[in-house]
């Protein structure tokens, strides 16, 4: 069992930087893969980004390739998404996630979810 918190979300200005964390509590955090989404108001959630148990492979969906960053700290049990120049369509409720097997981009395949973080981008 996983328990994921979220934090560091909040309402920015286009072009400002967040970095938002992910605690893990539980066995085994270093064993799992992990993952970012989103969800905007009446959209379907979407894949961000993921990294593997060890740190070493990392994904990202088009959009925001070369804005966000993720990272993880297993002696800290956490996981970063470092998000720079935002904009108001990355305005969203931001998830992470944790899975074992490989990392995938596919929400379905994640098998514990944090209660997400606001984030908020005006223009």
């Known amino acids: 069992q996983v328990q994921l918190v979220e934090s560091g979300g909040g309402l920015v200005q286009a072009g400002d930087s967040l970095r938002l964390s992910c605690a893990a509590s539980?066995?085994?955090?270093?064993?799992?893969?992990m993952g970012w989404f989103r969800q905007a108001p009446g959209k379907e959630r979407q894949f961000v980004a993921a990294?593997?148990?060890?740190?070493?492979?990392?994904y990202y969906t088009g959009s925001i390739k070369g804005r966000f960053t993720i990272s993880r700290d297993s002696a800290k049990n956490t996981v970063y998404l470092r998000m720079n120049s935002l904009k108001p369509e990355d305005t969203a409720v931001y998830y992470c996630?944790?899975?074992?097997?490989?990392?995938?981009?596919?929400?379905?395949?994640?098998?514990?979810w944090g209660q997400g973080t606001q984030v908020t981008v005006s223009s």
């Open positions: 996630a944790a899975r074992q097997g490989a990392p995938s981009s596919d929400a379905i395949k994640y098998d514990y």
């Open positions: 539980g066995r085994s955090f270093s064993s799992y893969h």
């Open positions: 990294i593997s148990w060890s740190g070493g492979t990392t």
